[in-house]
């Protein structure tokens, strides 16, 4: 599990900061109206920001028409475009995140340069690896939206990152889109620290602070409340993913202001790079958790008689539960049988009904093959005929089978509660579903059914370790 909290501020009914803490199985319940739902709508407007750039999303790419945002209007706590959405997420990190950097050659006077003291002159570390300093297990993005009156819509004010809890760098930009800059930067991180344990006397040397401050102009430190670097080329104050940050060239220093033998491109190279990564790794990272996020709404349709899958896959068909029914379709035959089974198993669900999927092939009865198979000629030629049969294009049906009848039914030939769960089972079984909303899991489904639904969530969060349920809920 990836996404371990989110924070919101002046999101629709919540105006001051609000933390929500997640965990495998988070339940959402209480009454109506209370705003169950504003917080899977706040995980809907986070992948748009992310994903499509939409920050004044209506319509989303992971629910059809019953949902609807609204647009940055709506979104904002009391309609008031004065105010700003603030959307903070708390990741959980890998050790292997961060790439090392072999960037710099041998600086045999770098550490006198730095403190001027003889005493404190060591030489340099010829690559340096982040990993070195950068141990951190969460990282936060923070999201900004404000309104631009310059514009008339709204726009992504700030991209912040923090690390372990402390904030390390924001991106910002202005509301006429003229500038967009690094801001507060903090330079004094503790993650970029240096700790040098065979010494005898350890101590922590803030290797990251060293290497930016050689890259940079002096004036960055005489005003950090004022001044900032400039981020030049980018869309917007949210950064490209997959690509570096770049820095404006007039934040740098000339050749001539640094110190006799300094490799000024190494040093640039060397803030470039890991600037890119402290930027853009956590927010690819919580990109790529919310583009695994599915959505299944309060009710979902029952698919009709003739029903044909969507081949092209759509996250937006999990809101009214059809895609459960073109996973299905679609599906191997080891993934409808683990579905079958934890419908109908007297030690899963117990629903007393499982789920089939039939296959025909289709055969032009004008055909030379049909001939063949009608007059008894089919084995004349058996092996080219074989190969024709083979070939044939498939059409599947997906039957629900009544266990104790043992006959097998449509989903419009029994209550409505099957099609109602089936949805929730296939969406908590599918490994390529990593966050899973849920509204009203348990409609229409007997009291005996939910207890044991409970029991799916829990199996499933213990066999993908990173499955997360968010379960809005009456019950």
């Not at 945002?69 to 603030?86: A, E, K, M, P, T």
């Not at 631009?148 to 700030?158: A, E, I, T």
Request: aromatic share 10%.
């Amino acid at each position: 599990m990836r996404i371990k909290s989110l924070t919101l501020e002046n999101f629709k009914g919540i105006s001051s900061p609000v933390k929500i803490e997640f965990k495998p199985i988070t339940l959402l319940f209480g009454p109506n109206s209370a705003g169950k739902s504003t917080i899977v709508q706040a995980l809907h407007y986070a992948q748009e920001i992310l994903s499509r750039q939409n920050v004044d999303a209506d319509l989303v790419a992971g629910a059809d028409d019953s949902l609807n945002l609204g647009g940055f209007r709506n979104l904002v706590h009391g309609h008031d475009l004065s105010r700003v959405i603030r959307l903070q997420f708390e990741i959980g990190l890998d050790e292997d995140m961060f790439e090392p950097f072999p960037l710099l050659e041998s600086e045999d006077d770098f550490y006198d340069w730095f403190y001027k003291s003889a005493e404190a002159a060591e030489p340099v570390k010829t690559h340096y690896d982040i990993r070195d300093s950068f141990s951190v297990e969460t990282a936060t993005v923070s999201l900004e939206i404000a309104w631009s009156n310059f514009f008339g819509r709204p726009f992504l004010k700030k991209y912040g990152i923090g690390f372990d809890g402390q904030h390390f760098a924001s991106i910002e930009a202005k509301p006429d889109g003229k500038e967009v800059a690094i801001t507060d930067f903090n330079h004094d991180h503790p993650a970029f620290f240096l700790h040098d344990e065979e010494s005898p006397e350890p101590k922590a040397v803030p290797y990251f602070f060293i290497l930016f401050s050689l890259s940079v102009k002096p004036s960055y430190f005489d005003y950090p409340a004022v001044t900032h670097l400039l981020v030049d080329g980018q869309d917007g104050a949210l950064p490209r993913w997959n690509s570096k940050i770049t820095i404006a060239e007039n934040c740098f220093l000339e050749r001539e202001d640094w110190y006799e033998g300094a490799d000024v491109e190494s040093y640039i190279q060397m803030i470039h790079g890991q600037l890119s990564q402290l930027f853009v790794r956590p927010g690819e990272i919580l990109q790529r958790e919310l583009e695994r996020f599915c959505y299944i709404g309060p009710i979902r349709k029952i698919p009709a008689r003739n029903y044909n899958a969507v081949r092209t896959d759509s996250s937006s068909r999990w809101a009214n539960g059809l895609a459960a029914w073109d996973r299905l379709y679609l599906g191997s035959d080891e993934f409808i049988t683990q579905v079958g089974e934890w419908m109908g198993s007297d030690n899963h669900l117990d629903s007393g009904f499982s789920i089939k999927v039939r296959r025909f092939k289709m055969l032009d009865v004008e055909s030379p093959l049909y001939q063949a198979l009608v007059n008894a000629t089919f084995l004349d030629d058996s092996e080219d005929q074989l190969g024709q049969l083979a070939g044939l294009p498939e059409r599947r049906e997906i039957v629900i089978v009544d266990e104790k009848r043992m006959v097998q039914v449509c989903p419009q030939d029994i209550g409505v509660g099957i099609s109602q769960l089936l949805p929730v089972v296939v969406g908590a079984l599918d490994e390529e579903v990593n966050i899973l909303a849920i509204e009203q899991p348990e409609l229409h489904v007997h009291p005996s059914l939910q207890c044991r639904m409970g029991d799916l969530f829990i199996h499933q969060v213990h066999e993908q370790s990173d499955k997360m349920f968010l379960l809005e809920t009456h019950s």
